[in-house]
C-alpha cells in the first residue's frame, strides 16, 4: 500500500454522540475533511481498529459515501498486527449506484400533480 505519500491527506476518527445515529464514522470524517481542503480524487483509504480477529471493514452508510467519488479506488481493511486485505469501494459495494447515475435518461416523469398514496393494513 505505498502510494509514495508520506502522510495521509486526511485522517479521521469517529466521532459518537449520545444520540447514536447522529454519529459519524472515521471514513466519513476523513473524506469530509479532505473534499473540504479541496480534494475529490481519491486513490486509497486505510482503516483501522483495535479488532484483533477480524479485519476492520466499512459499515454500509461508509461504502455509499465512498462510492460518491468512485468505484476503483482502494481500500485497505487492517487489523492491529498490521495485516491487511486490499479490496476496492466496488468490491465492497458491489452493483452501486453513484453520482454519474443522477444523470441517466429517465424512462418516464412523475408529473407534477402525483400524490403520494400510502396504503396500511390494520
Ligand atoms: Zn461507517
Known amino acids: 500500500m505505498d502510494y509514495g505519500i508520506k502522510e495521509p491527506k486526511a485522517k479521521g476518527c469517529n466521532v459518537e454522540n449520545a444520540c447514536y445515529n447522529l454519529g ?7 473524506i469530509s475533511k479532505a ?10 483509504i486505510a482503516i483501522a481498529s483495535d479488532l484483533r480477529e477480524q479485519f476492520i471493514s466499512p459499515c454500509g452508510g461508509c461504502r455509499q459515501f465512498m462510492r460518491e467519488f468512485g468505484a476503483s479506488w482502494d481500500v485497505y481493511l487492517s487489523k492491529p498486527d498490521g495485516s491487511y486485505m486490499e479490496m476496492t469501494v466496488e468490491e465492497l459495494l458491489p452493483e452501486s449506484f453513484g453520482p454519474e447515475d443522477l444523470k441517466m435518461k429517465r424512462e418516464h416523469s412523475i408529473p407534477k400533480d402525483s400524490v403520494l398514496t400510502v396504503i396500511s393494513q390494520s
Request: proline share 0%; net charge neutral; aromatic share 12%.
Open 24 to 30: 459519524i464514522c472515521a471514513e466519513r470524517t476523513a
Open 35 to 44: 473534499v473540504s481542503e479541496g480534494f475529490r480524487d481519491f486513490k486509497a
